[in-house]
């Protein structure tokens, strides 16, 4: 099978929507992510310290979450595309006044809502 790798148009748009996921991260606006999440049981979220299954176990988790601390520099960010639909998205990062490197990896699916995080994980090494 053979797929259309890194579409410009597609490319785009999930570059778009990483970007502003991006900005409501660091800037805790937890509406814009909750909204960038999948709403579905089968959405799931792996973090540092939590294990999420659900869009509503994911929602409880942001609006419990410190709105301090969560700046951070993108040392490397990889966004693929796969044909009209899929995508990931994978960066590694460190934290404002930390050494350490974490890592963190997203899958997109086209929805009709829009662009949506299926899968996550963030982790550090």
């Known amino acids: 099978m053979d797929y259309a790798i890194n579409l410009p148009e597609v490319l785009a748009e999930?570059?778009?929507?990483?970007?502003?996921?991006?900005?409501?991260?660091?800037?805790?606006?937890?509406?814009?992510?909750?909204?960038?999440?999948?709403?579905?049981?089968?959405?799931?979220?792996?973090?540092?310290?939590?294990?999420?299954?659900?869009?509503?176990?994911?929602?409880?988790?942001?609006?419990?979450?410190p709105a301090q601390g969560l700046q951070r520099q993108l040392l490397k960010t990889v966004i693929t595309t796969y044909g009209q639909d899929f995508a990931t998205a994978n960066v590694e990062f460190q934290r404002e006044g930390s050494?350490?490197?974490?890592?963190?990896?997203?899958?997109?699916?086209?929805?009709?809502?829009?662009?949506?995080?299926?899968?996550a994980h963030v982790s550090l090494l």
């Not at 050494?99 to 899968?119: C, D, F, H, I, Y």
């Open 14 to 65: 999930v570059k778009a929507v990483f970007d502003r996921y991006e900005d409501a991260l660091v800037n805790n606006r937890v509406e814009v992510l909750d909204e960038l999440f999948w709403n579905s049981p089968h959405t799931l979220r792996y973090g540092a310290t939590e294990n999420l299954y659900g869009f509503d176990a994911i929602q409880a988790f942001r609006a419990g979450r």
């Open 99 to 119: 050494s350490k490197t974490g890592r963190q990896s997203q899958t997109w699916l086209r929805t009709p809502e829009g662009w949506r995080v299926v899968a």
